[in-house]
């Protein structure tokens, strides 16, 4: 598979090595000041950036008919614009708000521990994220996406950053040194407390889930998730 990689930080460069480990190569790179190679001659472009840069990134790949895969976080409430521009081009797009494969299995056990939780309403669900210094968003697209899944099972209405308030699940981001992604969903009762955790070692989760998400990505056409890829097809 020949990759473009849109973003060359710390993503692109772990994304870069794992690929070619597998054999693949890298025939287009940017970042903010440069770019080499020529994007049209890749079969796929994995998008990690920054959220003012990725839409304009994505509609690039699509102007050259290169199929998306995007991991960049903070930029969905222009999700919309993109379903729409993907259409009009008849491109192919995946995003994620976190492409390991723990933490999508994580997701699934969010999910079911909502559902255990719905009437047991005794106990407070909360969700917190721990990263490292140098990140942009807050909180972590990975966080938004539990706390989606844990109001799926709740009355309250929607997830509040950092505070606590009534008829919201609280978010808390904390930023330290290099951590790399942590992820802890709690519900708590005056009795006792629940806690399920994902802590990643390192970047190579993410890496990995992305370069898989885009061999899958290969021949297809319209908009994908991590869901289509690991739990719904395996061609
Ligand atoms: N979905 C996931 O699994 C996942 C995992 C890790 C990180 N992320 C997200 O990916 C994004 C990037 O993370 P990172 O740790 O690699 O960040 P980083 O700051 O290390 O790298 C960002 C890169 O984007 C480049 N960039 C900025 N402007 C650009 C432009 N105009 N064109 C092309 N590239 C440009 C920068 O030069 C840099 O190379 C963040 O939004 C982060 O939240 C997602
Ligand atoms: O390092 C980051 O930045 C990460 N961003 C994603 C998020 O916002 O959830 C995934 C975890 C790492």
Redesign the pocket.
């Known amino acids: 598979m020949k990759i473009a990689l849109l973003g060359y930080g710390?993503m692109g460069k772990t994304i870069e090595a794992l690929a070619i480990q597998k054999g693949h190569t890298v025939v287009y790179k940017s970042t903010s000041t440069t770019s080499e190679g020529i994007l049209s001659e890749a079969n796929v472009a994995i998008e990690f950036s920054s959220p003012d840069i990725a839409i304009k990134n994505i509609a690039k790949s699509f102007e050259a008919g290169v199929p998306v895969v995007c991991?960049t976080?903070?930029w969905l409430d222009r999700y919309e614009e993109i379903l729409k521009l993907c259409e009009q081009r008849n491109g192919s797009f995946l995003y994620a708000?976190?492409f390991s494969v723990g933490v999508n299995l994580f997701f699934k056990l969010n999910a079911y521990a909502a559902s255990l939780f719905e009437d047991w309403k005794e106990y407070m669900p909360a969700i917190e994220?721990v990263?490292?210094t140098q990140?942009k968003?807050a909180p972590?697209?990975?966080?938004i996406t539990l706390a989606e899944g844990v109001l799926k099972h709740r009355n309250e209405t929607d997830w509040v950053l950092d505070k606590q308030q009534k008829d919201k699940v609280t978010i808390k981001a904390q930023r330290i040194d290099d951590v790399?992604?942590t992820h802890t969903v709690t519900y708590a009762s005056d009795i006792d407390t629940v806690s399920l955790k994902h802590e990643?070692h390192s970047?190579d989760g993410?890496a990995l889930g992305a370069i898989l998400a885009a061999e899958w990505l290969q021949n297809k056409e319209g908009v994908f998730t991590m869901e289509d890829v690991l739990f719904r097809s395996n061609s």
Do not use: P
Request: aromatic share 4%; net charge positive; no cysteine.
């Open positions: 710390k991991g976080t903070g708000s976190n994220e990263h490292h990140k968003d972590s697209g990975t966080a790399k992604g990643a970047r993410f």
